[in-house]
């Protein structure tokens, strides 16, 4: 029996949407794929600086090589040198004989950060949680220093592992805590001799901001005021003075772009997220922070996808990824090069059967402390999938296998507030049960 087409073509016209929302929401929290950008022609000057990304004034003569030893491993794809690291940093930690109030602030900031990196790598909640500690405890440490730039430097440290240990929330409010709490830090005149730390603050609140507008994409007005936190970072560095803050800066004015690109399917969005990508990669080059470079090369894929005169939307790209990217090491970043990779195969009509497997191996996919929304949205791709083959290629018992699966994932995302994962998935139980009580009536 045919299918009501007319049926389906409304109720797909539809889910392209909601499957774009989510696609943006995993992506909220990073984006990696491999493309060797464009140099923009002032490159010339980032050429010119030998850089070096570690302040050695800021650290006693005990720290020094720690802090560029774990500059060093962060820079890296692979995290088996960070582990080392931090294992390094908490052992001394653990046992910090003479050091100082100061020292010991830093080395808690060192070993801090380390936890943030690495958390940021997978699904680390403990770690963002065991960062925000040591943060407080440094805080603590530098009480009496009320202009230091270390305090604040600790100050943005706590607030980025803050906010990473939210990223992956559905709720605004608890991001709007974050935002009250650093700009109380910018607000502070204390604070306004140490440009580069409230810089760094300015980049986190536009990452938060970030966050909320694509949980609320019509809130535009939370885009605007990300836009100019990030402006205002940028008045406050320099390529040559700041090299690597400056790059971040500019990755991340990129992420936000892309994020308007990506919940809009704005061309002009994305090109702007393309051209701010480029301009990171003047600093970050594959030799001398891969890792960086990957995320910034991958991000320009991401959001090539946009553009409709794109040769491939990026495809070539993402896969060429997969050659850096260890699933083990690289958990987040190989499972998001993964679902972006998804995305341009549901974009390709003859590719229907390949987003089929690819979505049955994400549902499968087993990663420790996995936030639900992936699941989530696992579930609906698979599903979005064999409603485009077509449902009467699928015999009934595994069309009622899949919407048991789908049933669950509904239970789940009512049960922890995902209102578009949920409509999502009730949309797709509901013409796959139609679908079957027609087949079933006309037999």
């Known amino acids: 029996m045919q299918t009501d087409r007319r049926f389906y073509e409304g109720w797909y016209s539809a889910m392209r949407h909601i499957l774009a929302a989510s696609f943006a929401i995993i992506l909220a929290g990073s984006a990696l794929s491999l493309q060797r950008p464009a140099i923009a022609a002032d490159n010339e000057q980032a050429d010119q600086l030998s850089f070096h990304f570690v302040d050695e004034s800021k650290y006693p003569e005990m720290l020094l090589?720690?802090?560029?030893?774990?500059?060093?491993?962060?820079?890296?794809?692979?995290?088996?040198?960070?582990?080392?690291?931090?294992?390094?940093?908490?052992?001394?930690l653990s046992d910090p004989g003479t050091l100082t109030q100061i020292e010991l602030a830093r080395l808690e900031m060192l070993t801090a950060r380390a936890l943030t990196d690495l958390g940021e790598r997978a699904f680390g909640t403990a770690s963002f949680d065991r960062a925000m500690t040591l943060y407080q405890q440094a805080i603590i440490q530098l009480r009496e220093e009320t202009q230091s730039p270390s305090r604040l430097e600790a100050e943005a440290g706590f607030v980025r592992a803050w906010t990473l240990s939210l990223a992956e929330t559905n709720v605004p409010a608890q991001l709007y805590?974050?935002?009250?709490?650093?700009?109380?830090?910018?607000?502070?005149?204390?604070?306004?001799?140490?440009?580069?730390?409230?810089?760094?603050?300015?980049?986190?609140?536009?990452?938060?901001?970030?966050?909320?507008?694509?949980?609320?994409?019509?809130?535009?007005?939370?885009?605007?005021?990300?836009?100019?936190?990030?402006?205002?970072?940028?008045?406050?560095?320099?390529?040559?003075?700041?090299?690597?803050?400056?790059a971040r800066a500019h990755f991340e004015l990129g992420?936000?772009?892309?994020?308007?690109?990506?919940?809009?399917?704005?061309?002009?969005?994305?090109?702007?997220?393309?051209?701010?990508?480029?301009?990171?990669?003047?600093?970050?080059?594959?030799?001398?922070?891969?890792?960086?470079?990957?995320?910034?090369?991958?991000?320009?894929?991401?959001?090539?996808?946009?553009?409709?005169?794109?040769?491939?939307?990026?495809?070539?790209?993402?896969?060429?990824?997969?050659?850096?990217?260890?699933?083990?090491?690289?958990?987040?970043?190989?499972?998001?090069?993964?679902?972006?990779?998804?995305?341009?195969l549901e974009r390709d009509p003859e590719?229907?059967?390949?987003?089929?497997?690819?979505?049955?191996?994400?549902?499968?996919?087993?990663?420790?402390?996995?936030?639900?929304?992936?699941?989530?949205?696992?579930?609906?791709?698979?599903?979005?999938?064999?409603?485009?083959?077509?449902?009467?290629?699928f015999s009934q018992s595994d069309l009622m296998d899949v919407i048991k699966l789908l049933y669950v994932g509904w239970q789940k995302a009512d049960a922890e507030g995902w209102t578009r994962h949920r409509a999502d998935i009730e949309a797709h139980i509901t013409y796959l049960m139609q679908f079957i009580a027609e087949s079933t009536q006309s037999a």
């Open 255 to 344: 992420r936000l772009y892309a994020t308007r690109g990506i919940n809009f399917n704005d061309e002009d969005a994305a090109i702007l997220a393309i051209e701010e990508f480029n301009t990171s990669t003047m600093i970050w080059s594959e030799e001398s922070s891969p890792f960086d470079w990957l995320r910034a090369s991958n991000a320009i894929a991401f959001a090539e996808r946009v553009l409709k005169d794109s040769p491939d939307n990026g495809a070539q790209q993402i896969l060429a990824s997969f050659d850096y990217l260890d699933k083990a090491q690289n958990p987040k970043d190989w499972l998001e090069a993964k679902w972006g990779y998804l995305f341009l």
């Open 177 to 246: 805590e974050i935002v009250d709490y650093a700009e109380a830090l910018l607000n502070n005149p204390a604070n306004a001799s140490n440009p580069i730390e409230l810089a760094a603050i300015n980049r986190e609140i536009a990452i938060v901001r970030r966050l909320i507008f694509n949980l609320t994409p019509n809130s535009l007005d939370v885009y605007f005021a990300a836009k100019a936190d990030l402006e205002n970072a940028l008045r406050l560095l320099s390529i040559s003075e700041n090299p690597d803050d400056w």
């Open 65 to 92: 090589d720690d802090a560029q030893r774990l500059d060093r491993a962060a820079r890296e794809i692979s995290t088996s040198a960070l582990n080392d690291v931090l294992t390094s940093l908490e052992t001394r």
């Open 351 to 393: 590719r229907d059967g390949d987003a089929l497997d690819l979505a049955r191996q994400l549902v499968s996919a087993k990663f420790e402390n996995l936030p639900l929304h992936y699941e989530l949205a696992a579930y609906t791709h698979l599903s979005s999938a064999i409603v485009r083959i077509g449902p009467e290629s």
